[in-house]
């Protein structure tokens, strides 16, 4: 699994094998199950291969004593989990691309949109006279450019809500107005 000889195996001590940065952490750990301080311990480690580059393991340990308690063997049991170590991060890894697409398209869709909104609210409240059926056409594009920016709007909260940052409020809602809106939108 690490590309070691048994020989080789054999003259390395855990230190040989662990990463310099969590090598004080498997000292404590080795440290606690030799000291009977805990019957066994399992952890999520990393480990250094033969050519040099980290994989990725669950490592179980634990003392084998006598019936009178004394240390017999220190036992040890890795399974090898680089390639789920290795999907999980290319997991993150498309999370944060769709997220990042979501904030993207969200403010390229923001920026036009608030220009038209702001056009047509202008024309609906500006232009005195104007004939009845461009009145109402003025107000459906008003309308449905604010549809336009609440689905924006969900598309972002539905990115927080992935990434764990979503605060929800509760707020009380007018049944009536929501379903008006949701019936003057399918005409």
Aim: hydrophobic letters at 45%; zero cysteines.
């Amino acid at each position: 699994m690490l590309g070691y000889s048994e020989e080789e195996l054999l003259g390395m001590t855990t230190a040989d094998l662990t990463p310099p940065d969590d090598r004080e952490a498997s000292s404590v750990r080795i440290a606690e199950v030799l000291s009977g301080e805990v019957d066994k311990s399992q952890a999520a480690v990393r480990i250094i291969k033969s050519d040099g580059t980290v994989a990725h393991g669950l490592l179980s340990t634990a003392l084998v004593t006598d019936a009178a308690g004394t240390p017999l063997h220190y036992v040890a049991h890795l399974v090898d989990t680089t390639e789920q170590h290795q999907a999980e991060q290319r997991l993150m890894d498309l999370i944060a691309s769709r997220d990042e697409l979501i904030a993207s398209v969200s403010h390229e869709l923001r920026t036009p949109l608030t220009a038209v909104l702001g056009y047509a609210e202008i024309l609906l409240e500006a232009v005195p006279g104007t004939p009845e059926g461009h009145g109402l056409m003025l107000q459906e594009i008003v309308n449905q450019g604010s549809d336009l920016v609440a689905i924006i709007e969900d598309l972002l909260v539905f990115a927080q809500s992935d990434a764990n940052t979503l605060r929800v409020s509760p707020v009380p809602i007018d049944l009536r107005d929501q379903v008006t809106l949701v019936l003057e939108s399918l005409k």
